[in-house]
């Protein structure tokens, strides 16, 4: 044993080494001076000089200017007040809007106007009128003022002091403005990247309902949802998070609806996150929900824009990633995940009937296979006793034991799922329907399952389906394996132990402080849009309670007014 672990180590085992003998060839080591090495993070300083030579160095050398092909520093002469000042324009090419750069900044900065030909030592700054005599508030010229009150055009212009945000402000495409003798810059808006335009959902598809989703840019999230909400007391708030990436994140809520405490705790969470990147809104669910280890989704992601301003208008709190076209709602509970959103766009008898299928169509796949087992296993004598023999005889040529039938067709229906979305589109569907098939009838055929085994497995895929929300989708399905293990060991003894552990489990936790389980477990508002069953429109009168809102009620006990005065 000892010389099988003696050659494993020395022909097998990886050992990492600290020295590579890498080698530059003898006409790159002349260039090495050239590269720009940046400073120790302790003595890089943090405020703008007024010297620009330094300011330039120093972001030379913090973006590697001889290296990056993309950053672009243009210097230029700015004129103000018939002077001429040495100026720079720091930028990403591809991230900003060349028109918008020349039109609303050089042109107005270099070229002599009226605006930049002033000569008078003096301004007047304010002037009014006190008690008939007319005082006129005079100030000498201020350089930095004039400069953004007169010579910069662009609309969103903010002044700035330290590096840091400077950096920022280019690395999110904008242009930074320097200029000599002045400690300030100027972050200038101009960004021109491609985005992908506004389409219609892929993942959450509805018959009657909004067909626009949210995309990847942060700025076009939020107006979306601006222009559908369209109330004053609508905040967004912006934070980043990630040390390197510095991942911008919009945090929406109803100033007047949602309860402070939990805005604060949203806010918390994002702002007390160490990490070096975020790319995400995936990656974020999973550092700011309660239960790092649950299965079940804590969190509501959406594409939809209705969806979303549909539970802010509840009290929620909605998260934006930048870079990512799904939408955080915070809290979410069970019976947002089985809901769809169009469901409060039919008549509450229709919609009810839909939960209801779905409710069923859950039951069904999570348990459907463990029950089979269970019952074919242990339990023959609740089976009628002809379908009972159709089994038997079904099964007589099947060689293996029924937990490898099912395992075996479990396992093969995921293989053909994850195969039918890695495909390219126009065959992705043909995979899943033909795969589905001839494996079926192939394994039919050869005695490897019964061919009642590939209903039940059918069924419970078909039901899966109906599941609205992806994330409890994929847990309903690994719960459903572990029904199957139960059920075979056990039989309805051992699905029991199970439903009441996982019972346990989805009573005890918690999203964001609101109870997981409700309304199942939890009483809640019967006139309320949380409840699962819906109630008539007209009688939805309170938000849920587990939300504490500011606002209990969403509308009036008679909000069909015109039938009160009609009558």
């Known amino acids: 044993m000892n010389k099988i672990k003696e050659l494993y180590n020395k022909f097998i085992k990886y050992h990492p080494t600290e020295n590579y003998n890498f080698f530059l060839q003898t006409e790159n080591i002349k260039n090495i001076a050239k590269i720009p090495v940046s400073p120790a993070k302790d003595l890089e300083p943090t405020n703008f000089s007024d010297k620009l030579s330094e300011n330039l160095d120093f972001l030379k050398f913090k973006y590697n200017s001889l290296i990056n092909s993309d950053i672009v520093i243009r210097e230029f002469v700015l004129t103000a007040q018939n002077k001429e000042y040495n100026a720079a324009l720091i930028f990403i090419d591809g991230m900003v809007d060349t028109a918008i750069i020349n039109d609303s900044v050089l042109h107005p900065l270099m070229l002599r106007n009226r605006a930049n030909t002033y000569t008078g030592e003096k301004q007047v700054v304010e002037e009014f009128n006190n008690n008939d005599v007319i005082i006129r508030k005079i100030k000498n010229f201020n350089l930095d003022k004039y400069i953004f009150n007169h010579l910069i055009p662009q609309t969103d212009t903010k002044k700035i002091e ?52 949210f995309v990847e840019n942060i700025r076009t999230n939020t107006s979306i949802l601006r222009r559908i909400i369209n109330n004053e007391n609508f905040v967004i708030e912006d934070c980043s998070v990630g040390t390197i990436s510095k991942t911008k994140i919009a945090i929406c809520y109803l100033k ?5 405490d939990l805005v604060a705790e949203v806010k918390y969470r994002i702002n007390n996150l160490d990490v070096d990147y975020l790319i995400s809104s995936g990656e974020l669910e999973q550092l700011i929900q309660d239960s790092s280890y649950s299965l079940f989704p804590q969190l509501i992601a959406t594409e ?6 549909t539970h802010i208008l509840e009290g929620r709190v909605a998260i934006i990633v930048n870079g990512s076209p799904y939408v955080l709602i915070a809290p979410g509970v069970l019976s947002d995940f089985l809901s769809s959103p169009e469901d409060t766009n039919y008549r509450f008898q229709y919609s009810n009937m839909l939960r209801l299928i779905r409710l069923i169509a859950s039951f069904f796949a999570l348990f459907l296979p463990g029950i089979y087992i269970a019952i074919t296993t242990y339990h023959h004598e ?5 379908l009972l023999f159709t089994i038997e005889a079904a099964r007589e040529t099947v060689p293996f034991p029924t937990i490898f039938e099912i395992l075996l067709m479990e396992v093969s229906f995921e293989l053909i799922r994850e195969a039918g979305i890695r495909v390219p589109t126009p065959i992705g569907p043909t995979i899943g329907i033909v795969g589905g098939l001839i494996l ?20 419970t895929a078909i039901c899966s389906f109906s599941i609205p929300d992806l994330s409890l989708n994929f847990a309903v399905r690994i719960c459903r394996f572990l029904y199957i293990i139960l059920g075979y060991m056990a039989g309805f003894l051992g699905i029991a132990v199970g439903v009441f552990l996982q019972i346990l ?12 389980a409700t309304p199942y477990m939890v009483s809640n508002n019967k006139c309320s849009s949380t409840s699962y069953f819906l109630p008539p429109i007209w009688k939805r009168e309170k938000r849920s309670s587990i939300f504490a809102p500011k606002k209990k009620y969403s509308q009036g006990k008679f909000s069909m007014l015109w039938k009160r005065s009609g009558n």
Do not use: H, W
């Open 256 to 260: 007047d609806i949602a309860n402070n």
């Open 440 to 459: 079926g009838d192939a394994a039919v055929s050869a005695n490897l399952v019964s061919p009642i085994l590939i209903i039940i497995v059918a069924i």
């Open 505 to 516: 489990f989805i009573c005890g936790l918690k999203s964001f402080g609101c109870p997981y």
């Open 382 to 386: 609740l089976i009628p006793t002809e």
């Open 304 to 309: 939809r824009p209705d969806k979303t301003t």
């Open 162 to 213: 330290k590096y840091e945000d400077g950096i920022s402000g280019i690395n999110m495409g904008n242009c930074l403005l320097l200029v000599d003798t002045l400690k300030v810059g100027y972050d200038i808006d101009v960004k021109g990247f491609k985005q992908r335009s506004i389409s219609s959902p892929q993942n959450e598809l509805v018959v009657r309902g909004s067909q626009e989703a």
